[in-house]
């Protein structure tokens, strides 16, 4: 089924793998080269050049930018195992700070792993919501998560966002995070949460609207699939998915 989903979500490409082959291509870790651009642009050293050749229309001020509606629609309608490698390549920004979306987490509401698994609850309610609205929570006490929210309304699933290679506010997130190394800012869900200054006030709200922004990402990235991380149930299944070799991973597919 995750070979189905990827090889459905980008465009047929001559270059690409042999389909007989597909079976070698999901192993865990490996990539699934999905596209003749780079797996891992620097975009860091030219925001503005790295958001067109990842498909984005906005510079680095975001001057021209603004979500693809019928794109955005698109993605609406996906469950989560389709959502998560869609989303590998988009930028998500919460007011001037954000980047690229470099590894995601997907749960279904039969997962016993998701945080939706046993019904609505107080906690969990905004992961019932609308598609493509944040269903941010506290994990263990110590961090917030931030998901965003797919399926019908009801259905309760979401996407973890594990980390972005940050594009902008890269000052005020190390401000935050109290370091100076661009690769540690958003590596993980917590890490994330605290560049972007995400929390409970954010639960619920939609990110075709500010403070969000989600800009879809226009072509496939090179994906590597992997068993999801920090969890103890239902942790073989291999629906996490990473930009193949990115140094900004919350850890390394194994």
């Known amino acids: 089924m995750v070979s189905d989903l990827v090889r459905g979500f980008s465009k047929p490409n001559p270059r690409s793998p042999d389909p007989s082959d597909e079976s070698r291509q999901i192993r865990h870790g490996e990539p699934l080269q999905m596209a003749e651009r780079p797996a891992l642009i620097d975009l860091n050293s030219d925001p503005q050049r790295a958001a067109a050749l990842l498909g984005h229309p906005a510079t680095a001020g975001l001057e021209n930018a603004g979500p693809d509606s019928a794109a955005l629609a698109e993605l609406a309608r996906l469950p989560a195992l389709e959502l998560a490698p869609r989303l590998i390549g988009a930028m998500l920004l919460l007011g001037d700070v954000g980047g690229v979306i470099v590894e995601t987490e997907a749960y279904e509401a039969d997962d016993p792993a998701s945080h939706s698994f046993s019904g609505r609850t107080r906690s969990n309610a905004s992961m019932f919501g609308p598609a493509l609205t944040a269903h941010v929570y506290r994990s263990y006490g110590l961090h917030w998560c931030f998901n965003i929210v797919c399926g019908a309304v009801g259905h309760g699933a ?38 972007l200054a995400i929390s409970d006030a954010h639960d619920g709200l939609r990110l075709d609207a500010p403070p969000f922004m989600l800009l879809p990402a226009v072509e496939a990235m090179a994906i590597a699939i992997g068993p999801r991380i920090g969890i103890t149930k239902a942790a073989d299944r291999p629906w996490r998915f990473a930009v193949a070799g990115s140094p900004y991973l919350s850890r390394p597919l194994r």
């Open 158 to 195: 979401a996407v973890l966002i594990r980390a972005l290679q940050p594009t902008h506010g890269i000052e005020a997130m190390a401000a935050r995070r109290r370091t100076e190394s661009k690769r540690l800012l958003c590596a993980g869900p917590g890490r994330l949460t605290e560049a």
